[in-house]
């Protein structure tokens, strides 16, 4: 995914996981990067979720884009 934020102060990051929250449709306080924060590669971890349901939502929200 891209976003349009820029690296500074965090704000790519927060911008990751609120189109996480967004394609997904939780909280965005069930979505947290695990690992990758400085970098372009990224972890990202949702809470509450299986991955097997989220691996459907993003298909599902990549066949509608």
Known sequence: MRVQA???DGAAND??????AEVLDV???QVRI?????GR???VEIAG??????R????AASEER
């Open 6 to 8: 820029p690296p500074v």
């Open 15 to 20: 911008a990751v996981c609120d189109l996480f």
């Open 27 to 29: 909280s965005r306080r």
């Open 34 to 38: 695990v690992s990758g924060a400085t």
């Open 41 to 43: 590669t990224k972890v």
């Open 49 to 54: 979720s299986t991955s097997d349901a989220v």
């Open 56 to 59: 459907a939502r993003l298909s």
